[in-house]
Nanobody, 114 residues
Framework: QVQLRESGGGLVQAGGSLRLSCAAS????????MAWYRQPPGEQRELLAS???????NYVDSVKGRFTISRDNAKNTVYLQMNSLKPEDTAVYYC????????WGQGTQVTVSS
């Protein structure tokens, strides 16, 4: 089975930066699209960014220009660089593996204080 583990979350002040990592245990990592989602308190989970096997990226408007998704196939890892963080970015962040099946990590908490 595919296992995903997010790391890098924490408490930061508004305007700060964090880099999230998602390490995948799966031999087909280089052949699947990866994505980052987040779920703010009391809200539904939303797609933030995706990256294809050819490293084409897409972002939701609310994070475009502030967040960058990237991948390192040699390390089976996808990253989310988050800059200029705002309190409204506070959420549990999840990575997802979009292959023949969809797999989810357990999430990492990001809290941005004002």
């Amino acid at each position: 089975q595919v296992q995903l583990r997010e790391s890098g979350g924490g408490l930061v002040q508004a305007g700060g930066s964090l880099r999230l990592s998602c390490a995948a245990s799966g031999s087909a990592f280089s052949r699947v699209t990866m994505a980052w989602y987040r779920q703010p308190p009391g809200e539904q989970r939303e797609l933030l960014a995706s990256i294809t096997t050819e490293s084409s990226t897409n972002y939701v408007d609310s994070v475009k220009g502030r967040f960058t998704i990237s991948r390192d196939n040699a390390k089976n890892t996808v990253y989310l660089q988050m800059n200029s963080l705002k309190p409204e970015d506070t959420a549990v962040y999840y990575c997802a593996w979009h292959g023949f099946a969809v797999y989810w990590g357990q999430g990492t908490q990001v809290t941005v204080s004002s």
